[in-house]
């Protein structure tokens, strides 16, 4: 939409992604990513691992 002054009027309406959250919302859009800092490679392991079965639960499958 464009208004009288020649630029684009946002929607009132936003977009949902899956789950409720809007787009942008979400880690690796734009660029953006998550470091996360670890005592040892086994706390990272076990970080990984979580975050693996978290992606399993909502329904990403393994390689």
Known sequence: MV???G???RS???ERAPGG???SDRIGIKGQELVEIHEDEVAAGQ???AV???KRW????DL
């Open 21 to 23: 959250r809007r787009p």
């Open 12 to 14: 009132s309406v936003t």
């Open 58 to 61: 909502r329904g990403y499958r």
């Open 47 to 49: 970080a990984l691992e």
């Open 52 to 54: 693996a079965r978290a």
């Open 7 to 9: 630029h684009a009027k």
């Open 3 to 5: 208004g009288s002054s």
